[in-house]
């Protein structure tokens, strides 16, 4: 054991700049590995942002086409307003309309309504269920009673 211990020794006190110059290339190589792959990482990742970002362009910009048309189509209640914008919460694009007395907000895409109020509510548009108390009146999901509180509801959902 003795001898195979000095015969690397007589090895490396011969060799041994070979041996630190092996060490300074495998140490560089080690350090340009790790930078391209932080670079890699880096591209990459610019490219999933990159992606991100024109497919929210694209829906927005969507959402702007279908907004304009169905304006355009109401022009004849003139007393009433619309607004659009694209959710980038709920991924779609959503119609606030205003005409006094009622105001909703629907997906444009899904023509869904998403919140709705009307300060002259239309007893047609609630559920009625027998129970024992008596007569149960079940508004609308989407529907809300105070105006306040709607435009809570439509500041988030038009902020998202």
Known sequence: MKKVI??????LKWHKEAILLIAAILAIAGF???DIRGILKDYLELQVEKKEIDFLFSMKQKCREEGKKIIEQQEEKILC???YTYNSKLHTCLLYYNCG???WV???FTNEELISYNSVFDETSVDIIPSEEGLIKILPPHFISYPWEFDVEKKKLFNQ
């Open 6 to 11: 000095q015969r690397i020794w007589s090895f």
């Open 32 to 34: 340009i590995i790790t």
């Open 81 to 83: 307003s619309y607004e």
């Open 101 to 103: 007395a009622e105001k």
């Open 106 to 108: 629907k997906d444009i």
